[in-house]
Nanobody, 122 residues
């Protein structure tokens, strides 16, 4: 059973950057599908980015501004976000699954972190 802990959120001005981290324990996640999702107040949880083996997937809203990466030695996944916009404000969640039949759906992921708040001021 994997435990995921996110960190790196905070308050940033529009145009700024953040690096979110997701540290895993309990399982070696090097072969897992790892995803990042976000949820703004009053909205559904939405896909942000995922990594399946060496393939990367991004939501159109963050494509070109975000990069997902994995450090297998540290059992950690990162989400780099640049040129942040106020509409990026949300709680960001890390997710993991051994197979994640649907890369873009939160229903496909078994393990979740507690989330980290990202607030972008205009």
């Amino acid at each position: 059973q994997a435990q995921l802990v996110e960190s790196g959120g905070g308050l940033v001005q529009a145009g700024g950057s953040l690096r979110l981290s997701c540290a895993a324990s309990g399982e070696i996640i090097s072969t897992y599908v790892m995803g990042w999702f976000r949820q703004a107040p009053g909205k559904e949880r939405e896909f942000v980015a995922a990594m399946r083996r060496s393939s990367e997937y991004y939501a159109n809203s963050v494509k070109g501004r975000s990069t997902i990466s994995r450090d297998n030695a540290k059992n950690t996944v990162f989400l780099w976000m640049n040129n942040l916009r106020p509409e990026d404000t949300a709680v960001y969640y890390c997710a993991a699954d051994q197979s994640a039949a649907g890369t873009y759906s939160p229903l496909a992921y078994r393990y979740w972190g507690q989330g980290t708040q990202v607030t972008v001021s205009s």
